[in-house]
């Protein structure tokens, strides 16, 4: 959400007549976008902040936004004193007015909630995806999480917003979208009106030159049989299915306030791979929450090696101000949240990379997004499933689907090569149908 987010104002300040340098000590304007869901995160972007204050001096003027600003509003500036804006993610189209009008010495505060969080985008040219905010906030209060406090109340984007921004997207050469939400699967559920996340999916299907499809963030209690069924149908939509896990142990889901058991979750899983046997499910997972025993953790990794992940993003519990086990004692040491840590990550590059083995002789269709940035000569796209895959060719190939017959794999990516033989059999294929 933040890249996104970051896309979209460097949009409007290149409007507003900036022009971006990647040397911060010739910045006459320097925005941090800060998130606040893990204290690391946190304190990166204040670190970063304070080791460039020296450039007030010269008269940089310094914002600081996204859900640091939101969550810790005035109270920032006891750490950093010298910023001239603090403005939350829902006033992020404010920015470039903002930062025209603030006058020296008087910091200016725009956070809370907005009447119109979004912003449409209009990428450039050489862009072949795109990522589209279509919701904000969460009403879920997961009691170690703070986005609802950092980014509001749950808001979904009108559908001819979203619509209307993919098809003037594709227009301009974009030919995949990622639809962004804290909670997808919560998409209009503060409508007056009968709307869900499937419904905008159906609209969006129908949008001719988009090839691909895809969402984030999914929550396993909102992943319905309706969803599933029309992801499976259309081909246009990703294979990829993200629904964080956090625990395997139900006490700690409850203690979590997650609202599933670990049942329901399997059975999510199940229900999913049926419909679309090749699809991707990747997950997260929290280690050290509160009162997780020896026992609790056996039985996430326990889940973890009978899921088979296709990925895991794996985090040590780190409490957040205001979120309900703020308050709740330490029970798990730094020590052994490392350990417990290490292990699901050991686990799971197993699985990953047996996963990944099992792609090798296979042939996959693969949207080439861009040329590889070391090597001119590959090209770098994604499969079905969201995989990376890197071929090599001459031919210019970016915002098409080629088949591609995988080779090897490493770590987080697949290697191939144009495959020759289904390419001429589509040609032939193309060339049956157009003259029947």
Same mark, same amino acid.
């Given at each position: 959400m933040n890249f996104a987010e970051s896309e979209r104002l460097q949009q409007l300040l290149t409007q507003a007549g900036w022009k971006e340098t990647k040397n911060v000590q010739q910045t006459h304007l320097l925005i941090a976008i800060g998130c606040s869901i893990r204290e690391k995160a946190e304190n990166r972007v204040i670190s970063f902040l304070k080791s460039n204050s020296h450039l007030k001096e010269k008269g940089t003027i310094f914002c600081l936004t996204g859900c640091t600003a939101n969550l810790h509003k005035e109270k920032i500036l006891e750490?950093?004193?010298?910023?001239?804006?603090?403005?939350?993610?829902?006033?992020?189209?404010?920015?470039?007015?903002?930062?025209?009008?603030?006058?020296?010495?008087?910091?200016?505060?725009?956070?809370?909630?907005?009447?119109?969080?979004?912003?449409?985008?209009?990428?450039?040219?050489?862009?072949?995806?795109?990522?589209?905010?279509?919701?904000?906030?969460?009403?879920?209060?997961?009691?170690?999480?703070?986005?609802?406090?950092?980014?509001?109340?749950?808001?979904s984007r009108s559908p001819d917003s979203v619509v209307r921004e993919i098809r003037n997207a594709v227009k301009q050469g974009i030919k995949a979208v990622t639809l962004l939400g804290q909670n997808v699967n919560e998409y209009g559920k503060d409508f007056t009106i009968d709307y869900c996340f499937s419904d905008l999916l159906c609209e969006i299907l129908k949008i001719e030159g988009l090839l691909r499809i895809g969402f984030l963030t999914s929550h396993p209690e909102d992943t319905t049989e309706k969803l599933l069924t029309i992801m499976a149908q259309h081909?246009?939509?990703?294979?990829?299915?993200?629904?964080?896990?956090?625990?395997?142990?139900?006490?700690?889901?409850?203690?979590?306030?997650?609202?599933?058991?670990?049942? =329901?979750? &399997?059975?999510?899983? #199940?229900?999913?791979? !049926?419909?679309?046997? %090749?699809?991707?499910?990747?997950?997260?997972?929290?280690?050290?929450?509160?009162?997780?025993?020896?026992?609790?953790?056996?039985?996430?990794?326990?889940?973890?090696?009978?899921?088979?992940?296709?990925?895991?993003?794996?985090?040590?519990?780190?409490?957040?101000?205001?979120? =309900?086990? &703020?308050?709740?004692? #330490?029970?798990?040491? !730094?020590?052994?949240? %490392?350990?417990?840590?290490?292990?699901i990550l050991d686990t799971q590059k197993q699985i990953t990379r047996s996963i990944l083995n099992s792609f090798k002789g296979k042939v996959c269709d693969v949207l080439v997004e861009r040329k590889s940035i070391k090597n001119q000569r590959l090209y770098i796209g994604r499969n079905i499933q969201g995989i990376p895959v890197s071929f090599e060719s001459k031919e210019v190939l970016e915002g098409k689907i080629v088949r591609i017959k995988i080779t090897d794999c490493a770590e987080g990516i697949l290697y191939g090569k144009v495959d020759e033989e289904c390419q001429l059999l589509q040609g032939s294929q193309s060339r049956e149908k157009m003259r029947k």
């Amino acid at each position: 959400m933040n890249f996104a987010e970051s896309e979209r104002l460097q949009q409007l300040l290149t409007q507003a007549g900036w022009k971006e340098t990647k040397n911060v000590q010739q910045t006459h304007l320097l925005i941090a976008i800060g998130c606040s869901i893990r204290e690391k995160a946190e304190n990166r972007v204040i670190s970063f902040l304070k080791s460039n204050s020296h450039l007030k001096e010269k008269g940089t003027i310094f914002c600081l936004t996204g859900c640091t600003a939101n969550l810790h509003k005035e109270k920032i500036l006891e750490k950093l004193p010298f910023l001239d804006v603090i403005c939350g993610p829902n006033h992020i189209a404010e920015i470039p007015e903002t930062v025209e009008n603030c006058s020296p010495g008087k910091c200016v505060l725009k956070t809370g909630e907005s009447d119109n969080p979004f912003i449409e985008c209009v990428p450039s040219k050489k862009d072949i995806t795109l990522m589209v905010p279509i919701i904000k906030g969460c009403n879920n209060f997961c009691s170690y999480c703070v986005v609802p406090m950092a980014r509001g109340k749950l808001q979904s984007r009108s559908p001819d917003s979203v619509v209307r921004e993919i098809r003037n997207a594709v227009k301009q050469g974009i030919k995949a979208v990622t639809l962004l939400g804290q909670n997808v699967n919560e998409y209009g559920k503060d409508f007056t009106i009968d709307y869900c996340f499937s419904d905008l999916l159906c609209e969006i299907l129908k949008i001719e030159g988009l090839l691909r499809i895809g969402f984030l963030t999914s929550h396993p209690e909102d992943t319905t049989e309706k969803l599933l069924t029309i992801m499976a149908q259309h081909e246009k939509i990703m294979k990829h299915l993200h629904i964080p896990l956090q625990s395997g142990s139900d006490k700690i889901l409850r203690a979590m306030n997650r609202k599933y058991t670990v049942e =329901k979750f &399997f059975n999510v899983v #199940e229900k999913t791979r !049926k419909l679309m046997p %090749e699809i991707s499910i990747t997950s997260d997972v929290m280690v050290g929450f509160p009162g997780e025993t020896q026992q609790d953790f056996e039985m996430t990794l326990s889940f973890i090696k009978k899921v088979r992940f296709n990925e895991l993003f794996v985090f040590k519990y780190s409490p957040r101000p205001m979120t =309900k086990a &703020f308050k709740l004692p #330490e029970t798990v040491s !730094k020590e052994e949240k %490392e350990h417990r840590h290490k292990i699901i990550l050991d686990t799971q590059k197993q699985i990953t990379r047996s996963i990944l083995n099992s792609f090798k002789g296979k042939v996959c269709d693969v949207l080439v997004e861009r040329k590889s940035i070391k090597n001119q000569r590959l090209y770098i796209g994604r499969n079905i499933q969201g995989i990376p895959v890197s071929f090599e060719s001459k031919e210019v190939l970016e915002g098409k689907i080629v088949r591609i017959k995988i080779t090897d794999c490493a770590e987080g990516i697949l290697y191939g090569k144009v495959d020759e033989e289904c390419q001429l059999l589509q040609g032939s294929q193309s060339r049956e149908k157009m003259r029947k």
